[in-house]
């Protein structure tokens, strides 16, 4: 019997990432394209498709030897339909992407949330490996968060369990996508942290902002606020310890309320900012509980792999 595989693929509002993994979950191969913004549905397919098989090409293996396909969305979708409710930046809208992809390539496809693929991967083979217990966060242009109880991904009574960036930490403060107001999201995502910096950016405490980004939010990436805390801009440390601490003040929540092994905190800006990042989140996270002191703050270990893992063995574990 020729040897099986799985498929792993991140659907990222920027990038898309193809990973072909064998049994032992261990990458062959892996492929990547940018997302082609506002393509719609059956162009979304076609480019979901079309990289799954070079990735297929590289680890020089057959479609027939793919057991199952998982698919990380970075938006609403509805698992039991395999229904992509909605992500505008692919143009993708109330889309049965599972049906129309079995159909397509012939294997099975499972869907899953993309911070809890994430989470899932770091639990597999991550930072998060042989624990039982564990919350993943995601700070990003959002906050995602996913959550293990007992070894298994916990999803809730509706699929939308995890949804940390939501919790209120500022009652009465900014408004947040969602419509609330004062949630972690809209106090200390990097883009509520950009939005800060064009302020500081436009009245001189942001020098090394306005020289590389300007003020447009979307050009204040990860590195580009690391360039201007490494040279010594005080505002803009202030701005990021203090989404830190907010970020800190939710975890905190957290723990009391899950008792976990391990917190698992991972993206851009942990990538970038290290420990001046880090560890303010950590001191603010122990101030903030009262519940296990002992529960660990660690950075994610698989970088962009950790969604393609975490979405592979999801799908595999659905054919058990």
């Known amino acids: 019997m020729a040897e099986k595989y799985y498929v792993g693929f991140d659907m990222g509002g920027t990038k898309m990432l193809a990973a072909v993994l064998d049994t032992e979950y261990t990458e062959c191969a892996s492929e990547k394209m940018r997302t082609p913004v506002g393509a719609g549905n059956k162009e979304m397919l076609k480019a979901i498709a079309g990289l799954v098989q070079q990735a297929l090409d590289t680890a020089k293996v057959d479609l027939k030897q793919i057991a199952a396909i998982g698919i990380a969305v970075p938006g609403p979708i509805d698992r039991d339909k395999g229904l992509v409710i909605d992500l505008p930046n692919a143009g993708m809208h109330d889309y049965h992407l599972r049906d129309e992809l ?68 500022e009652a009465g403060g900014r408004r947040c996508g969602c419509g609330k107001y004062g949630c972690l999201e809209a106090v200390c995502s990097r883009t509520a942290i950009a939005k800060d910096l064009v302020h500081l950016a436009l009245n001189g405490q942001a020098p090394t902002i306005l020289d590389k980004a300007g003020t447009d939010i979307a050009k204040m990436k990860s590195g580009v606020i690391k360039k201007a805390m490494d040279a010594g801009e005080k505002a803009v440390i202030e701005v990021v310890e203090r989404a830190a601490w907010y970020l800190g003040v939710g975890l905190g929540s957290c723990i009391d309320i899950f008792d976990p092994d391990l917190v698992v905190i991972g993206g851009g800006l942990v990538e970038k900012l290290g420990r001046a990042y880090l560890d303010p989140i950590e001191r603010s996270m122990r101030a903030h509980t009262m519940a296990a002191p002992d529960t660990k703050l660690v950075e994610a270990k698989l970088g962009d792999d950790s969604v393609v893992i975490g979405a592979a063995v999801l799908a595999a574990k659905e054919l058990d």
């Open 102 to 169: 079995e159909s397509r390539l012939g294997a099975r496809v499972v869907l899953e949330n993309d911070v809890n693929a994430g989470t899932y991967g770091e639990f597999t083979s991550g930072a998060a490996k042989g624990k039982r217990n564990v919350i993943g966060v995601f700070p990003g242009t959002g906050i995602g968060g996913g959550i293990i109880i007992d070894g298994a991904l916990y999803r809730g009574h509706s699929g939308r369990a995890g949804e940390i960036g939501h919790m209120i930490v």
